[in-house]
């Protein structure tokens, strides 16, 4: 027989978080600064935790030059090629501690990955990502990757539950991407029906990483600035974004000119039209489970992130967090039916 679990699992929409009496006089007092040191690796990372996310209109080296400056990071998707690498090292060295290589799980992406860190060390993060975690061929890969980088840090996902989450973490993983399904051009939920809602996913796999001296990252469903707060309010530690950042100059994607508006293509990695760039297409015995959109152009990255960061200092200041570290012990969500007025969208 099916189980339901008939638990209420909320999203960001959801919920609000509560104000609380504060001693701050200023968003300029808030510390958005994280310092972590990592269960397996052992390294210690220092840094604002809003990460690009590794798509391939996201996650370029140009992006990672523009978020590095605010010391945010940046998991660099996988199709650049070692030269690539090697001249994003040499152009922006003060960059590589902010960056992760991403990778796959196949024999290709393996040698491919090992190149990279052979060709470019100071590069210390990897991203192995693949859209279902619960793979037990997946599992394997995050033993084999920790036992040949024993001193990098190793982020590894996507999962949405407890128990993967330490799955992943005893098998080397440093650190797990969670969400399935909440992205802005992500069809998964609608292709499979397989997913959990991002707060109530972020809420129990952060519980599930801590105990275990883990770490996760909300991956997905940050529509606004407030999702993003109440992410981290959650327990995430670090937030992956991918629409917040498309449509910008550093953004990956096509320039469309039309009708005397700017857009810039932006697409799921596993649309249409991502697999007809990177594979040849799309596979008979699978569905597209990603959308292709325009984006309206939206400049440089800068503006975008101040208003992200802007946005953080001002839900600390309002729960009376001091430090990025403390907002979780201060946030208290209160469920709503409606958290904007959409009189004028």
Not at 3 to 31: E, G, H
Not at 38 to 47: A, D, H, P, T
Not at 200 to 219: K, N, P, R
């Amino acid at each position: 027989m099916p189980n339901i679990i008939n638990d209420i699992k909320l999203d960001f929409k959801d919920v609000m978080l509560r104000p609380k009496r504060s001693t701050l006089k200023s968003r300029i007092d808030v510390d958005l600064h994280r310092e972590i040191t990592f269960r397996n690796s052992k390294r210690c990372y220092k840094g604002i935790p809003v990460i690009a996310s590794n798509m391939d209109t996201v996650g370029t080296f140009e992006m990672a030059k523009a978020l590095a400056k605010h010391g945010l990071f940046t998991t660099i998707h996988k199709y650049y090629t070692v030269e690539d690498w090697k001249l994003f090292a040499e152009s922006s060295p003060e960059s590589l501690d902010h960056v992760a290589a991403t990778s796959g799980t196949s024999q290709e992406d393996f040698e491919r990955l090992s190149t990279i860190l052979k060709e470019v060390p100071d590069v210390s993060f990897i991203c192995l990502d693949v859209a279902n975690g619960y793979s037990q061929h997946f599992v394997e890969h995050v033993r084999r990757v920790r036992a040949t980088f024993p001193t990098h840090t190793i982020i590894a996902g996507n999962v949405v539950t407890g128990e993967m989450v330490e799955e992943l973490i005893l098998s080397g993983a440093d650190i797990i991407k969670v969400g399935i399904g909440p992205g802005s051009v992500c069809t998964t939920r609608v292709k499979t029906g397989v997913g959990y809602p991002q707060l109530s996913a972020v809420l129990e796999c952060a519980d599930a990483a801590h105990g275990l001296q883990g770490h996760i990252i909300s991956d997905g469903g940050c529509a606004c600035p407030g999702d993003v707060a109440k992410a981290f309010g959650a327990g995430a530690d670090f937030v992956m974004i991918g629409g917040l950042f498309a449509g910008h100059d550093q953004s990956g994607g096509e320039l469309i000119q039309r009708d005397g508006c700017s857009y810039k293509l932006f697409y799921g990695m596993a649309s249409q039209t991502a697999m007809e760039k990177h594979a040849g297409g799309k596979a008979e015995y699978r569905a597209a489970e990603g959308r292709t959109v325009e984006v309206p152009y939206r400049g440089d990255v800068e503006t975008t992130v101040l208003d992200i960061l802007g946005g953080l200092r001002s839900t600390c200041t309002y729960t009376g967090a001091a430090k990025l570290k403390e907002l979780p012990r201060r946030a208290t969500f209160i469920r709503c039916t409606q958290q904007a007025n959409p009189v004028y969208g």
